[in-house]
């Protein structure tokens, strides 16, 4: 079975793809989040041209020798490109064996632990209590990260006394019966991390994500070393040096893999066999309702070194507009702090076709 054809639908912040066999059968993927319409430009440039006429079975093999013709272009955009080519053959290879990702990868449909990730910096530390509180007593969230400092911040704070109010305010109103974990989105020096680590230690959060610059390897190193929560980081890195990199270094405890950046599934796994060798749990960023959640869960249902939870955004259509109506149905339902990965073949979701007329389209196919 041989890829014959290739499209896209995109936005600036969505590019949906459309894999095509010879044999009729489809599958949907989906490249990374933003700049989605340059995404879906070097998608068709220099990504689809290697993948046409290629083995279904053969994905892996294509996505290196797609890099490799394009050795040139290391780095970010030709890994979210190429995502849309790993997750929309994926969900073929899914829907023609009649089984959900998940088992195709060693793993079962079922439910996965989730997290309440709250995505701003501009809420007071009483509104977000307020609203985490909300979560977790009318859906069972039973672990909550929620934001410090200022992005790639410099040691600022989103405003002067944030930070030292969100961590008690928020901590004390969710109570010792939850898990909390906040995100320092690279922006402190390590004297400064480790400060604020110490307020997270004394106020029983457990997580401490990106607190120095995710480039800044040794610095995040050095928190580490100091505090005795867990430190995470990865989710900006793409290439496997950096993880080889950060693992050497001994820099954090958990890995963040973002399935998009990553280039999808193949080269994700990767990442997450390094993490099992070096003993360290895989908890992937997953920061929208986008199809990055959806394949986030089947692979944490595959995995062994599956981290303790999903990353499941809680921001709706003011914070995240083009969220809507991407799918049918309700993919994202969570229940008792739990989403479900369903046994509907492949990703087991459906692109919502309304959305798909109003999107550019283009096509790659052999000539």
């Given at each position: 079975?041989?890829?014959?054809?290739?499209?896209?639908?995109?936005?600036?912040?969505?590019?949906?793809?459309?894999?095509?066999?010879?044999?009729?059968?489809?599958?949907?993927?989906?490249?990374?989040?933003?700049?989605?319409?340059?995404?879906?430009?070097?998608?068709?440039r220099?990504?689809?041209?290697?993948?046409?006429?290629?083995?279904?079975?053969?994905?892996?093999d294509?996505?290196?020798?797609?890099?490799?013709?394009e050795?040139?272009?290391p780095?970010?955009?030709?890994?979210?490109?190429?995502?849309?080519?790993?997750?929309?053959?994926?969900?073929?290879?899914?829907?023609?064996?009649?089984?959900?990702?998940?088992?195709?990868?060693?793993g079962?449909?079922?439910r996965?632990?989730?997290?309440?990730?709250?995505?701003?910096?501009?809420?007071?530390?009483?509104?977000?209590?307020?609203?985490?509180?909300?979560?977790?007593d009318?859906?069972?969230?039973?672990?909550?990260?929620?934001?410090?400092?200022?992005?790639?911040?410099?040691?600022?704070?989103?405003?002067?006394?944030?930070?030292?109010?969100?961590?008690?305010?928020?901590?004390?109103?969710?109570?010792?019966?939850?898990?909390?974990?906040?995100?320092?989105?690279?922006?402190?020096?390590?004297?400064?991390?480790?400060?604020?680590?110490?307020?997270?230690?004394?106020n029983?959060?457990?997580?401490?994500?990106?607190?120095?610059?995710?480039?800044?390897?040794?610095?995040?190193?050095?928190?580490?070393?100091?505090?005795?929560?867990?430190?995470?980081?990865?989710?900006?890195?793409?290439?496997?040096?950096?993880?080889?990199?950060?693992?050497?270094?001994?820099a954090?405890d958990?890995?963040?893999?973002?399935?998009?950046?990553?280039?999808?599934?193949?080269?994700?796994?990767?990442?997450?066999?390094?993490?099992?060798?070096?003993?360290?749990p895989?908890?992937?960023?997953?920061?929208?309702?986008?199809?990055?959640?959806?394949?986030?869960?089947?692979?944490?249902?595959?995995?062994p070194?599956?981290?303790?939870?999903?990353?499941?955004?809680?921001?709706?259509?003011?914070?995240?507009?083009?969220?809507?109506?991407?799918?049918?149905?309700d993919?994202?339902?969570?229940?008792?702090?739990?989403?479900?990965?369903?046994?509907?073949?492949?990703?087991?979701?459906?692109?919502?076709?309304?959305?798909?007329a109003?999107?550019r389209?283009?096509?790659?196919?052999r000539?």
């Open positions: 079975m041989k890829i014959a054809k290739l499209e896209t639908f995109d936005t600036p912040y969505v590019c949906f793809v459309k894999a095509t066999a010879d044999t009729g059968d489809v599958g949907w993927g989906q490249t990374s989040t933003y700049q989605a319409d340059i995404t879906a430009e070097i998608f068709h220099q990504v689809a041209p290697y993948a046409l006429g290629t083995q279904v079975e053969d994905l892996e294509t996505l290196r020798r797609t890099f490799e013709r050795h040139k272009f780095g970010s955009y030709l890994r979210r490109a190429q995502a849309g080519l790993d997750t929309a053959v994926w969900d073929l290879r899914g829907k023609v064996a009649g089984k959900p990702v998940a088992s195709l990868l060693g079962s449909p079922g996965v632990r989730a997290y309440a990730s709250s995505m701003k910096r501009d809420i007071t530390p009483e509104d977000e209590a307020a609203r985490f509180v909300k979560l977790r009318d859906l069972g969230f039973d672990a909550f990260k929620w934001r410090v400092g200022a992005e790639v911040g410099r040691d600022q704070d989103e405003w002067p006394g944030r930070t030292e109010a969100v961590i008690p305010i928020v901590s004390k109103a969710l109570g010792d019966d939850v898990e909390k974990l906040v995100d320092g989105n690279s922006c402190y020096s390590p004297a400064k991390a480790i400060e604020v680590g110490r307020m997270l230690e004394d029983g959060i457990g997580h401490f994500e990106e607190p120095c610059p995710y480039w800044e390897v040794d610095q995040t190193a050095e928190v580490r070393a100091a505090l005795n929560i867990d430190v995470a980081g990865g989710e900006q890195d793409c290439e496997l040096t950096a993880w080889q990199l950060a693992i050497e270094h001994k954090v958990i890995l963040q893999p973002d399935i998009m950046y990553m280039g999808g599934i193949c080269r994700t796994l990767e990442v997450c066999r390094m993490g099992e060798r070096a003993g360290l895989i908890t992937p960023h997953a920061a929208n309702l986008g199809l990055v959640t959806m394949c986030t869960m089947h692979l944490l249902r595959a995995i070194n599956a981290g303790k939870y999903l990353e499941f955004s809680i921001e709706g259509l003011d914070y995240y507009p083009w969220q809507d109506g991407l799918f049918l149905n993919p994202y339902r969570i229940e008792e702090g739990r989403a479900t990965v369903t046994e509907a073949p492949g990703w087991g979701v459906e692109i919502n076709p309304d959305w798909l109003r999107a389209h283009r096509v790659s196919e000539t």
